[in-house]
């Protein structure tokens, strides 16, 4: 199965080569008012908040990385495991690998390891604009897993530079605005690590996203990747893209819908940054699935620091709980406040 394949060549060149971008999320640039003296004590942090309805134990997702391959079950039912023990959210990789080979799905079947989680399902909009789109197989594949919601993924530049990927996508809108009303579940849309530019989710708030993971540039680079598969030009748009912490403030202006920060996301106070930007979750990508690769010991430990970063960040912003994280001032520097001034 090419497809199959492709999953197990993507995860092998992740961890083999360099392929993140060389722009900078923006995390350095972003400054928090720190309490000098904060007269309170970490146990009284509270990281709890709610997310599709489901209240979640700190406001960390696990990010979709992988599915398809006989590699991708065990990493997924670690991951699964490590987000029902610290009660977060987690999403998985593609679902098209199970659409089209079924023989595939228990890739992907990792609800009995994480009852109660938010676990969100995943599909590329390179499927739904192909002829093997069929809104009753996607509607399948997300109950089998048991999905509480559904990330369609946006990632054109992938597409585009990858050998076999789609390089049309025409009707785009239309094709998410017919998911969005036919499943009874919230639809996300999310990038890849290029970001979303504001008339993009402008025009995917009408079309009945409930949610946008902004997916900027800073970490992997999914062109970079592919270069490495044997795309001609992936190195060049190694640095495509509007960094992740721009791309928050950018959006925030301008669409009232839930968002979450990924890409290029390192630690908890990434994390907290995300949330005072405008973020509601911060997701985790690269890091975890290096966890996850050492064994599950080490990505329980990866993720317990994350959360304990951002519960140390919030006691030193004097914010009990996320909501009042939420309402930290903030200062910028750098690159950052010279490109926020110009949105």
């Not at 209240?55 to 990493?75: D, N, Q, R």
């Not at 390179?126 to 048991?146: F, H, M, Q, R, V």
Request: hydrophobic share 40%.
């Amino acid at each position: 199965m090419a497809i199959k394949k492709r999953k197990k060549e993507h995860l092998q060149i992740i961890q083999k080569f360099n392929t993140a971008s060389n722009l900078s999320a923006g995390f350095d640039d972003v400054i928090l008012m720190p309490k000098s003296l904060p007269e309170d004590t970490i146990d009284n942090i509270d990281t709890g908040c709610s997310f599709l309805g489901k209240k979640l134990g700190a406001p960390i997702l696990i990010s979709s990385m992988t599915g398809g391959t006989e590699e991708a079950c065990e990493i997924n039912a670690m991951f699964a495991r490590v987000a029902n023990k610290y009660n977060i959210a987690l999403s998985v990789g593609s679902q098209k690998a199970m659409i089209k080979f079924p023989s595939l799905s228990y890739t992907y079947e990792i609800r009995k390891y994480a009852p109660d989680i938010l676990l969100i399902g995943n599909i590329g909009i390179d499927y739904l604009l192909s002829n093997d789109y069929n809104i009753d197989k996607l509607k399948e594949a997300i109950k089998k897993i048991g999905a509480d919601a559904v990330f369609i993924h946006i990632n054109p530049l992938q597409e585009l530079v990858q050998l076999e990927g789609a390089k049309d996508f025409r009707g785009a809108i239309s094709k998410i605005s017919e998911v969005c009303h036919n499943l009874k579940i919230p639809v996300l849309i999310k990038e890849v690590g290029y970001g979303i530019d504001p008339n993009t989710a402008k025009k995917l708030k009408n079309a009945g996203v409930y949610a946008i993971d902004v997916a900027g540039s800073g970490g992997t680079s999914w062109a970079t990747v592919e270069g490495y598969r044997g795309a001609r030009s992936g190195e060049t748009f190694r640095d495509w893209g509007i960094p992740t912490v721009l791309d928050l403030l950018a959006l925030k202006k301008v669409v009232k819908l839930p968002l979450i920060s990924s890409g290029g996301l390192k630690t908890g106070a990434d994390a907290a940054k995300s949330i005072v930007v405008g973020a509601e979750l911060a997701g985790f990508a690269k890091k975890l699935l290096d966890g996850a690769m050492t064994g599950e010991v080490h990505l329980d430990w990866e993720v317990n620091k994350i959360i304990s970063e951002l519960k140390t960040t919030m006691l030193l912003v004097g914010a009990k709980n996320v909501k009042h994280l939420q309402n930290t001032k903030y200062l910028l520097k750098g690159d950052l406040k010279v490109l926020r001034d110009q949105l």
